[in-house]
């Protein structure tokens, strides 16, 4: 099973930030409310991510690092839909082939936590008291430090900080019901409580996004029956900031997608001479059997049923946005 997991973890953990966004979305199907994120040189060294979400019982400590143990996909159905974020089962025993790793957890209904770990050649996997308040904290040290082949395609710390911290901003962008928080070598370099108010959003995508794109921003929201769309756009007269912020969320997911990129700037073109510099943070919605998801393992792709009627809808929704901030 060894083997069989590290064949595995080629897919799911590319790299110091795959594995956060893998325990960052576990931490969110457990209904967190505040995740914690800590990591040394850039992930490699050590990564700690701490939530307050229901825990994991004792008894189910240790299946959770096999592989396929997911406690989420029931039937077919559920894989199609993408309710929850993760759905192989197969992240945590997938990381610890290849980093050493441990698991701490206490849920409400147990008065102590235990902490679950892989030692040995074989991996066994062993249980200790801990303490811990209610939630998960999961442990990942020395990643790849058993397949230097992989280890090998690591970059310098700054690099996969970098990767780490983007990651963080686009799922601070997706759940503001959230909080977040990154702590890079003992320092904190991104605090970002939930937000309860259409204000505290606005302090979150600041701290995201930045001032200048905050200075020229307009909100926008679309009701087209199945088809929905709402977010922030960069007024026509505010463009031309160098790399601004261009980011896609398709039913509460980040997304980087050709289609609606393509559908944005043609809306822009009326007003814009360089629409590669437009900015926008979007919010689109449909139903789940319009969209397929599944399309890449770490699920940044999708691919529309009906794509026509997507970028159209995209077009004229962001079009008129735009006409209402030159009146
Ligand atoms: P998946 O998320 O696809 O189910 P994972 O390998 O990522 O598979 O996790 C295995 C199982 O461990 C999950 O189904 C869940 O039951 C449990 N688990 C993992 N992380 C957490 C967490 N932070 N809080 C509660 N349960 C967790
Ligand atoms: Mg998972």
Redesign the pocket.
């Known amino acids: 099973p060894r083997l069989a997991n590290q064949i595995a973890a080629g897919e799911v953990v590319e790299r110091p930030a795959s594995v956060v966004k893998?325990?960052v979305?576990?931490?969110l199907?457990?209904g967190a409310t505040k995740i914690d994120v800590q990591i040394e040189r850039g992930g490699h060294k050590r990564l700690l991510i701490r939530?307050n979400?229901?825990?994991?019982d004792k008894e189910?400590l240790m299946l959770?690092l096999s592989r396929h143990?997911?406690?989420?996909v029931h039937s077919l159905d559920d894989i199609e839909s993408i309710a929850t974020l993760?759905?192989?089962?197969?992240?945590?025993?997938s990381i610890s082939s290849v980093a050493r790793l441990s698991l701490t957890?206490r849920p409400p209904t147990q008065t102590e936590a235990w902490l679950a770990y892989a030692e040995g050649r074989d991996m066994q996997v062993q249980l200790k008291p801990a303490a811990h308040p209610v939630g998960?904290s999961?442990e990942v040290a020395d990643l790849f430090f058993n397949t230097p082949a992989r280890r090998k395609f690591l970059r310098a710390d700054k690099t996969e900080f970098h990767h780490i911290d983007e990651l963080i901003k686009r799922l601070a962008l997706s759940r503001f019901d959230v909080g977040f928080s990154l702590t890079h070598n003992g320092k904190c370099v991104r605090n970002l409580p939930p937000c309860a108010t259409d204000a505290a959003k606005l302090k979150r995508l600041q701290a995201i996004c930045g001032a200048e794109f905050c200075r020229h921003v307009i909100h926008m929201s679309q009701d087209g029956g199945p088809l929905k769309i709402a977010g922030w756009l960069l007024k026509p007269a505010g463009c031309g900031q160098q790399s601004p912020p261009q980011y896609t969320f398709i039913n509460g997911r980040m997304i980087r997608d050709k289609v609606i990129t393509h559908a944005v700037r043609q809306a822009y073109a009326g007003y814009v001479s360089d629409v590669g510099l437009t900015g926008y943070v979007l919010y689109l919605e449909l139903p789940f059997d319009q969209v397929d998801v599944n399309v890449h393992p770490t699920k940044h792709e999708v691919r529309f049923i009906e794509t026509r009627l997507v970028h159209d809808f995209v077009v004229q929704a962001v079009a008129q946005a735009l006409s209402h901030t030159q009146q």
């Open positions: 893998e325990l979305e576990n931490s199907d457990a939530d979400g229901s825990g994991i189910q959770a143990a997911t406690s989420k993760g759905f192989r089962g197969e992240a945590l025993a957890s998960t999961v």
